[in-house]
């Protein structure tokens, strides 16, 4: 098995390669004066399985273009089989058409990678699991709530767990399930069917003097989550927690966080992480999702 | 028919519409706070034939995205048959694994757009018209040359065309033949086989007063056509003259190609147009091309 890392390995490649004893491939890539993106694999492929590391988050169709390079020159190269790593698969919330004339872009992405030779694809917590139906291979998604439960656990007590959206129910549930058990509730956020804007409908619990922790996938400009924050201190809740998978923190997204009274972020490194966020590794699931691909 | 242009339509999509006396489909193309692409139709496309117009530069990635996205959407929304028009398709010179473990990325870029399903392929002057081959589907490349053979034979007299490269050398042939049987020369270009940098060898003909022009299929840095342009000038020819298909002029490029010399640049309208620079308008080739193509 040879590992290889591209521009948005975060360092996995070099982990995964250790922990399992794996060739580390070094691979070349950059962008050409005119703005062309260019790869080079420095070493053999041929008749071997290799796993090719790469986010899609930041400049998401650039890092999607080098991976789908990549894989199509693994393949060329004579390689075995193709395991993608993307631990945070962008255009996953474009899951349908909201709205007539628009892509269903995930699929699309799905689609492409599948196009190329891609044989299995093992990501992260992914918006929708439903949406890995369109890679007609095999998929692996990993769950980060246990990793997230273990490094709480010991930090809040009784807290309330919320979910942002219906979407987020069940990942709020499992959590504080784990979390001795808690409590945890769900805004309502639904998609205004004619402007296509996204609405929160706010509720009723009583939050005064309680932990809470707001868990959910993708944090983006940080609106969400700040609201929700605001929210539950104008109520009179004790410490408020995140907890979300891929933290892309855009713009000025961190500090809309913080200042709504926030006292700790975690977040997993399937992106590059922003300082001042707790970073928790995702290293330990890639492993095990490797491993028991490879031992079929 | 109906014709839809994306973010690097550059125009041709209107005057395609009219001239094709079709509809123009209105196509929203943005890109979200986080970098996403987005596209949108407004209109029907369902048992059409969509020509679907985009350039792949600047942002080659991200204008490929968004073509990708687009095909595949409107096959998804049930029209009958997708043309490309692609006036500009990058990746072109990455034609062949020139150093091992490169990709073959002209290959991978066609692959793709015949995975979303692309049925007719029209380009211009595409780097090598053999790469068209990795496209499994009807193709069309565009040859501008009797255009631009039309704008120069009023201005130039008895020009030696000089191709900067064997592989622009029949392209030279051809404009010389069309400028009343001129004579034509071709540099030698190579690429060392170690380091895998462009060698030019520089040959002795007598410019002495003649006019001059250099033709080629893409500029991009601008140093070839530059230094191409400073030694006929050192060799005392009149007036030089500058005739290429794509003019991306990367940077300082349109500088340094006026500092050596060149009286006149003529460039197509297959990316956007630097200022300064004769526009040479595509459309009737591509009009033409697109007839033909709905006629059978």
């Given at each position: 098995?040879?590992i290889a890392g591209l521009?948005g390995a975060?360092?996995?490649d ?35 399985t290799i796993v090719i590391i790469q986010t899609l ?6 890092k999607l273009?080098e991976l789908l390079?990549s894989v199509d020159?693994a393949k060329?190269?004579?390689c075995?089989e193709v395991i993608t790593v993307i631990p945070?698969l ?19 992405v799905l689609?492409l990678l599948r196009?190329v030779g891609v044989d299995h694809l093992i990501t ?11 890679f007609?291979g095999n998929t692996v ?145 890639i492993?095990?999702a490797v491993?028991?691909l490879?031992?079929?």
């Open positions: 098995m040879i521009s975060n360092g996995l070099l982990k995964l390669s250790q922990l399992l004893n794996a060739e580390l491939l070094r691979v070349e890539s950059k962008t050409f004066p005119d703005g062309e993106t260019y790869i080079r694999f420095y070493g053999g492929v041929s008749g071997e988050y930041p400049h998401q169709d650039r273009f390079l020159t060329d190269l004579g075995k945070y962008a255009y996953s919330r474009q899951d349908r058409r909201f709205l007539d004339g628009e892509p269903i872009s995930v699929k699309t689609k196009a992260v917590d992914v918006h929708k699991v439903e949406s890995l139906r369109f007609h998604n990993l769950d980060p709530t246990p990793l997230f439960a273990e490094v709480l656990r010991n930090e809040v007590k009784a807290p309330i767990v919320i979910a942002p959206d219906q979407g987020a129910l069940s990942k709020a549930r499992e959590l504080a399930y784990l979390l001795h058990d808690s409590e945890y509730v769900a805004f309502k956020k639904y998609r205004d069917r004619v402007t296509g804007k996204v609405v929160h409908e706010l509720l009723e619990v009583d939050f005064s003097g309680r932990d809470v922790v707001i868990v959910d996938d993708i944090i983006s400009t940080g609106t969400t989550i700040a609201n929700i924050a605001s929210y539950v201190r104008d109520r009179d809740a004790s410490k408020t927690y995140v907890v979300c998978s891929h933290a892309l923190f855009v713009g000025d997204a961190l500090t809309k966080v913080r200042m709504s009274g926030v006292s700790k972020i975690y977040a997993l490194n399937t992106v590059k992480a922003s300082e001042d966020v707790e970073v928790v590794d995702i290293t330990p699931l492993l095990e491993r028991s490879t031992r079929s």
